[in-house]
T-cell receptor, first 114, second 114 residues
Framework: AQTVTQSQPEMSVQEAETVTLSCTYD???????LFWYKQPPSRQMILVIR??????QNATENRFSVNFQKAAKSFSLKISDSQLGDTAMYFC???????????FGTGTRLKVLA | DGGITQSPKYLFRKEGQNVTLSCEQN?????MYWYRQDPGQGLRLIYY???????QKGDIAEGYSVSREKKESFPLTVTSAQKNPTAFYLC?????????????FGDGTRLSIL
């Protein structure tokens, strides 16, 4: 069975600084997909970034990038130049190829300080 | 604009009462999902449906029921058998067969007990 673990319940970062959120996963599948979602106080879940496990290159979306270490089963999210609007819960999720189930971690609450 | 609409935003249930949460999508997605979100526990899957007239139990299906009579609609009923229904409920959808595609989420329904 797949599991996703986020070991940092809460984090804070100063505005304009860089922060890294950790995520590890466990799967026996060869092909799978990883996602980071953001849930601001408004509660709507928004996709931040995704990564295909078969791609070695780390995904990047503007200020957001991932450090995907397949052998270590690690999928951390780096937020550069943090902004107040980045304050939110961040969830890591995994989906095995050919399945419909997404497995979510318990989330990391990030607070960006002015 | 395409999206997922959940209603109502807030819902109150009396003891012994069944309540139904609505979820409608106009994204033409085949798969739809219901999650329950409690503080510190991330998202837990209640039910999901890959196709009309078919659905599968998730990890915490007891006390809940669903139907999928139309592609666009996936209502969730919280029955009186669910003894601790107070939570935030999220509906999501995704494209069938495209594992790298993320889920799209509604804005959620907060259910409370009177």
């Amino acid at each position: 069975a797949q599991t996703v673990t986020q070991s940092q319940p809460e984090m804070s970062v100063q505005e304009a600084e860089t922060v890294t959120l950790s995520c590890t996963y466990d799967t026996s599948e060869n092909n799978y997909y990883l996602f980071w979602y953001k849930q601001p106080p408004s509660r709507q879940m928004i996709l931040v970034i995704r990564q295909e496990a078969y791609k070695q290159q780390n995904a990047t979306e503007n200020r957001f990038s991932v450090n995907f270490q397949k052998a270590a089963k690690s999928f951390s999210l780096k937020i550069s130049d943090s902004q107040l609007g980045d304050t939110a819960m961040y969830f890591c999720a995994a989906r095995a190829s050919g399945t419909y189930k997404y497995i979510f971690g318990t989330g990391t609450r990030l607070k960006v300080l002015a | 604009d395409g999206g997922i609409t959940q209603s109502p935003k807030y819902l109150f249930r009396k003891e012994g009462q069944n309540v139904t949460l609505s979820c409608e999508q106009n994204l033409n997605h085949d798969a739809m999902y219901w999650y329950r979100q409690d503080p510190g526990q991330g998202l837990r899957l209640i039910y999901y449906s890959q196709i009309v007239n078919d659905f599968q139990k998730g990890d915490i299906a007891e006390g809940y029921s669903v139907s999928r009579e139309k592609k666009e609609s996936f209502p969730l009923t919280v029955t009186s058998a669910q003894k601790n229904p107070t939570a935030f409920y999220l509906c999501a959808s995704s494209i069938q067969g495209e594992s790298n595609q993320p889920q799209h989420f509604g804005d959620g329904t907060r259910l409370s007990i009177l």
